[in-house]
């Protein structure tokens, strides 16, 4: 494991306090609430969120223990009975909420349409019916390869309406990575579309699908359900193909919640790992919809007129807990929107914030420095005195990113919320309280109540001050992962067994580096493991080494990380060809294809560096670190004693 460098540490020390005006009217207006309720999470965890979990959600029955914590298990809320969709729907229907907007949904090709919760309930139920007459029962798996529509969020819906647990994987992966995603959880049905639209173009999800399942690959699936989108030439597999607009439109719109334990599986949710295919993140009900509901309520400060609208894709963790879950739950209109910016449309999200007038707006600081690029006319030529709140996520941001979304979106009126959390916390763990926390750019600020967040080292002893070190947390919260899908040996050695208190204590690592400064506030530096973040993506280094020796031409390969204005991060390869294979750029388009098909476009090498040979230990380990001082053009830091040959370095150095 890599120790996390100071190197990067930011000189930042501007500080903006909550705007008044945000403040006198939040639910958390000041630091001494913040300070109130953290200091009463702290001094007993289970009571705090047991008292939540009381006047939050609606329960069938109570749990007779609020938590039970046998290290690294974590049980909240066992013996309770709930449906998450009993709380995302039907207790909004005996309250004025129920014609209120539940889902406004913006299509590519400028349709659009909207769900009352009313609505939203009836199309949830109906296609929970159509789902359970596929014979799938509660327990079963479901695989979601969807474009970004409505029926996304009802297809999650209508599995956790009947305890059927879902995966969803995002529309961007190809048929590969589907495939191992279905086998790994043994999915018995599939629910897809003909086609999403994404940039100018349509991508072809059920064939996807057909390649994924050909020759009986996924043996699990017997089913798979398609909702038309596009409208584009698809084959329908006879027997083992349904279209929704047939079995879901037929469907009854009566189909009572199943009651839940609060322990049973809601989801599995995969993610990259530096080792290893990517793991099946097991999230839980009762506990993961407690702590997705209370975090969207205090994190966004949420009002019942708000339009709150995330772009993140329902196919990542964001999109699970705070485009469905977590604004559902509390009541929330929740916008969905099918594009994302490109050069024929640049300025379409700020056309969406007007046109609906969005006032909370959640992204990525990727789409942020994209924006940045395109220029302050955009932005400036639409009305955006309707947003109120802004929030990122998915990487660090860097100050200067910080401060244009505050200035040229913000028009210095909105807070910023810099939100530091993982597929595998579920929710929000580091994040400002709009109208209490002073915010710092750059900083994701300070643990939400309940969350005892630490810096250690590898020992577990706190870091001093301004010191780097590994990010922890020291104590169980709701909606912690409970396992890795099928591996619960992963799920223990992966975030339970790199910090080693002496007092035997257990510390959930994170696998990010960061630091805390003099006021507490946290600094997250980035991974400290072989996981990339290129555009707030999250790739293992290791998969697309796979990828790329799955090639015939490769004999071997590393893939590293380099610092990238736009996206964070790029991916370098360095490639080791087979005899008879010669390096260019036309083997680099190629393998950069290969790498799409066996993974997807966002996983695509951005540079390529054919080698004879790889930096190297003398046991044979490459030397990652290395590799991306060169990746980075920067100077070869740090001992290169242990390298086997030095030659290599001044090779590689030339690049191609
Ligand atoms: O490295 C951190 C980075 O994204 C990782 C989690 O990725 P994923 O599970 O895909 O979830 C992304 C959306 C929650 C973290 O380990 N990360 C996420 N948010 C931030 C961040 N790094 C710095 N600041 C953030 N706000």
């Known amino acids: 494991m890599t120790q996390p460098t100071i190197e990067s540490v930011l000189n930042e020390n501007r500080t903006f306090a909550p705007p008044e005006a945000f403040a006198s009217d939040a639910t958390i207006g000041s630091m001494d609430k913040y300070q109130e309720l953290y200091d009463r999470a702290a001094a007993d965890p289970a009571k705090f969120w047991a008292e939540l979990a009381e006047s939050e959600l609606h329960w069938f029955e109570k749990w007779h223990t609020v938590l039970d914590w046998q290290p690294p298990v974590a049980k909240w809320f066992d013996g309770g009975k709930i449906n998450i969709t009993y709380n995302c729907l039907d207790r909004h229907l005996t309250t004025a909420r129920k014609n209120k907007a539940a889902i406004i949904w913006e299509g590519e090709p400028g349709d659009s349409r909207t769900y009352t919760y009313a609505q939203l309930h009836r199309e949830v139920c109906k296609a929970a019916n159509a789902i359970k007459a596929m014979g799938v029962k509660k ?32 529309g961007g992966f190809s048929a590969e990575a589907l495939r191992d995603r279905l086998n790994d959880g043994e999915a ?38 398609v909702l038309k989108r596009t409208g584009q030439d698809i084959n329908m597999a006879e027997g083992r193909d349904v279209w929704w607009h047939d079995l879901v439109d ?21 993610t990259s790992g530096s080792t290893g295919k990517p793991k099946g993140v097991v999230h839980t009900t009762g506990g993961y919809n407690l702590y997705t509901h209370v975090t969207t309520k205090w994190t966004f400060d949420l ?17 699970h807990s705070y485009i469905v879950y977590g604004p559902l739950s509390n009541g929330a209109t929740s916008l969905m929107y099918e594009g994302v910016p490109r050069p024929s449309n640049p300025g379409c999200f700020w056309d969406v914030v007007e046109k609906y007038g969005v006032t909370i707006f959640y992204t990525a ?54 939100t530091w959390w993982q597929t595998e916390t579920g929710g929000f763990m580091l994040t400002p309280l709009p109208g209490a926390t002073p915010t710092k750019p750059g ?15 590898l020992d577990g002893n706190p870091a001093a001050a301004d010191e780097g070190g590994y990010l922890v947390v020291k104590y169980p919260w709701p909606s912690m992962m409970r396992t890795v899908y099928g591996n619960f040996d992963r799920f223990r050695r992966t975030y339970w067994e790199h910090i080693q208190p002496k007092d035997g204590n257990y510390m959930y690592f994170a696998g990010d580096g960061a630091r805390k400064d003099k006021d507490g506030y946290f600094w997250v530096m980035g991974r400290v493991d072989d996981v990339i973040n290129v555009s707030g993506h999250r790739l293992g280094t290791m998969e697309i080494e796979s990828a790329l020796v799955s090639h015939p031409a490769v004999a071997e390969a590393a893939v590293v990380g380099k610092p990238d204005d736009l996206k964070g991060e790029a991916v370098v390869a360095f490639v080791i060809l087979d005899g008879g294979f010669e390096g260019g750029d036309d083997l680099a388009k190629e393998l950069k ?20 040979d790889l930096p190297k230990t003398r046991s044979g380990k490459i030397m990652r670190r290395l590799l991306r001082n060169l990746a980075s053009g920067q100077e070869i830091a740090g001992d290169t004693s242990t390298l086997q040959d030095r030659s290599v370095l001044d090779k590689l150095r030339g690049g191609a």
């Not at 798996?141 to 956790?160: K, T």
């Not at 057909?210 to 798979?224: E, I, K, W, Y």
């Not at 994209?370 to 109120?388: C, E, V, Y």
């Not at 294809?593 to 080698?611: C, L, N, Q, S, Y």
């Open 303 to 319: 009002k019942e007129t708000d339009v709150y609208w995330c772009t993140a894709d329902v196919g990542w963790i964001t999109g």
């Open 443 to 457: 900083s994701a600020t300070k643990p939400f109540p309940g969350i005892l967040a630490e810096i250690v080292d």
């Open 250 to 270: 037929a469907a009854s719109a009566d189909c009572p919640p199943e009651p839940m334990d609060s322990e049973d599986m809601l989801f599995v949710l995969y």
């Open 365 to 418: 600081p990727t789409a942020i420095r994209a924006f940045i690029k395109m220029g302050d006319d955009l932005p400036n030529a639409r009305d955006l005195s309707s947003l109120r709140l802004l929030g990122t996520v998915g990487e660090p941001i860097n100050p200067e990113a910080w401060m244009w979304y505050h200035t040229v979106i913000g028009k210095e009126r909105c807070p910023i919320i810099d």
């Open 139 to 170: 327990g079963d798996r479901v695989g979601v390869y969807m474009p970004m529509v409505p029926e996304a969020a009802i297809a999650m819906l209508a599995c956790a309406r009947i305890g059927a647990v879902h995966s969803v994987v995002f």
């Open 593 to 612: 294809g290969h790498v799409t098909k066996e993974i997807g476009a966002i996983a695509r090498p951005d540079e390529f560096r054919f080698a004879d």
């Open 188 to 225: 018995k049905l599939v629910i897809t579309a003909d086609g999403g639209y994404r940039k100018d173009k349509t991508i072809p999800l059920k064939s996807a699908v057909d390649a994924a399942l050909a020759d009986n690959a996924a043996p699990s699936v017997t089913n798979v359900l």
